[in-house]
């Protein structure tokens, strides 16, 4: 397992999040669209690949978007299906925090499907915990949003 940073221009980050947006969509879900949207080009990402007969094959991704001075917000986290249940969601999110206390991010947000109960105890077993809906997800009834204090600011 190899974890590499990109920016959202990178082709792989780009496979990766129209998967995901797949996936979202064929759980038919109010909250998502499969449209491929345009990534933010402040979203950071981190990569992760496997070593494979045929060469490195990525399998999961996790980006951090600036939203204000000292908060960040954790965008696209996605492993692929035959890739999960292996911890390395954990690892992605590790970096991401990793990424977040480099550029001086000290609270760490996200937002998931209410309903993706393996993907909350995901979160809050990270230390995150459920705070109200922001930004663009308050009237997004299928959301929950989190938060997590990554270090004491001072």
Known sequence: ????????TDPTVNELCVEQQAELAGRDLDAFNA?????????AFVVAYVTAPSGDRAVGCAGLQPLEPGVGELKRMYVRPDHRRNGLARLLLAEIERMADERGITVLRLETGRDFHDVVALYVSSGFYEIPRFGGYVDAEASACFEKQLRLEG
């Not at 397992?1 to 959202?8: G, I, Y």
């Not at 449209?35 to 979203?43: A, F, G, Q, W």
């Open 1 to 8: 397992m190899k974890l590499t940073r990109a920016d959202s």
């Open 35 to 43: 449209t491929p949207k345009k990534l933010d080009p402040r979203i």
